[in-house]
T-cell receptor, first 116, second 113 residues
């Protein structure tokens, strides 16, 4: 398996523009997580899905952020409109049967977003 | 609630020194415990895990033992190398928390030759 695939790896955009980040989880994984990492706030959970259904979106900063998972092999995180404070590295991660036992969270390489 | 507390960094060690990074947790139910490592410019990678009390996780010379009595999962390595320079995250996951993962703030390690 190629692991969790994220695109783009780097995105530079101007304030006010729409940004879409994409993620392909590991095949067979039924949980998908979106995290944001910044120097100031560290690693933050934004939202996670189970079987394509959003379970907890309490970490989404505000209405400018939205996430979808139309099928088991694809998810998007959209920011509209983007602001400079959204600059961060956004990670997608997936897991199978999360919880005690053999569960392992596998991360993608991240999408580095810079909003000017 | 569920949370992870790990020692503040950054940590700087000379090559071949002994490493300890402290991690304590609070959890409802019976968590699984993890150490993840993040090398510069990369995503987090699983380093080791333990799923029940007294289990010892180990990988690449790193070890951590699940101590339920002290709610701790300290990371240790007997002799660090320059290539171990990275950020280390302690984390937990528990089925009673909706299967979320809870991460510590990360500890940056720099190993100098």
């Amino acid at each position: 398996d190629a692991g969790v695939i994220q695109s783009p790896r780097h995105e530079v955009t101007e304030m006010g523009q729409e940004v879409t980040l994409r993620c392909k989880p590991i095949s067979g994984h039924d949980y998908l997580f979106w995290y944001r990492q910044t120097m100031m706030r560290g690693l933050e959970l934004l939202i996670y899905f189970n079987n394509n259904v959003p379970i907890d979106d309490s970490g989404m900063p505000e209405d400018r952020f939205s996430a979808k998972m139309p099928n088991a092999s694809f998810s998007t995180l959209k920011i509209q409109p983007s602001e400079p404070r959204d600059s961060a590295v956004y990670f997608c991660a997936s897991s199978f049967g999360a919880g005690a036992g053999a569960n392992v969270l596998t991360f993608g390489a991240g999408s580095r977003l810079t909003v000017l | 609630g569920n949370s992870v507390t790990q020692m503040e960094g950054p940590v700087t060690l000379s090559e071949e020194a002994f490493l300890t990074i402290n991690c304590t947790y609070t959890a409802t139910g019976y968590p699984s415990l993890f150490w993840y490592v993040q090398y510069p410019g990369e995503g987090l990678q699983l380093l080791l895990k333990a799923t029940k009390a007294d289990d010892k996780g180990s990988n690449k010379g790193f070890e951590a033992t699940y101590r339920k009595e002290t709610t701790s999962f300290h990371l240790e390595k007997g002799s660090v190398q320059v290539s171990d320079s990275a950020v280390y995250f302690c984390a937990l996951s528990t089925p009673t928390s909706g299967n979320q993962f809870y991460f510590g703030t990360g500890t940056s390690l720099t190993v100098i030759p």
